[in-house]
């Protein structure tokens, strides 16, 4: 369920587990197009550049929505530390690129700084 908060000037506002499902959905529209980027081959093929650029505006679009609720710092670190998980993993299974454990160690580094911000970091 969506959940709003009334603010004092009469505009709702979504509580942050709304906004937290919206950024998910921000980091799923950020690697496809990062997928989508990859299958382009350089822009050169029409379909998947079309919907790399259909993803990114997606994308952008729902960040923006999350940074009405979240801090833009946190919003953006989150998404890019998860946006960067979520594409090793595209890249490990569509394109069999596999990483090296420095790869592996430097992911386990971005999921903790994650994790710090949203939980430990200043929400305000």
């Known amino acids: 369920m ?11 506002k979504m509580g942050n587990f ?12 950020g690697t496809a197009s990062n997928s989508f980027a990859k299958s382009a081959d350089g822009f050169t093929l029409f379909i998947p ?6 993803t990114i ?3 952008m679009y729902t960040l923006s929505i999350v940074m ?8 953006y670190a989150s998404f890019a ?12 299974f569509k394109f069999n690129q596999v990483p090296n454990i420095f790869t592996i160690i430097g992911l386990i ?8 911000v949203n939980l430990l970091g200043k929400n305000n």
């Open 109 to 116: 580094l971005i999921i903790t700084g994650v994790l710090i």
């Open 18 to 29: 709304t906004a937290y499902i919206i950024l998910i959905i921000a980091v799923v529209f």
């Open 68 to 75: 009405k609720t979240i801090p833009v710092g946190i919003t």
């Open 57 to 59: 505006v997606a994308c």
């Open 81 to 92: 530390g998860l946006c960067i998980l979520a594409t090793s993993l595209v890249g490990i």
């Open 2 to 12: 969506i959940e709003w908060k009334m603010l004092s000037h009469g505009q709702k």
């Open 49 to 54: 550049s079309v919907m790399t650029a259909v």
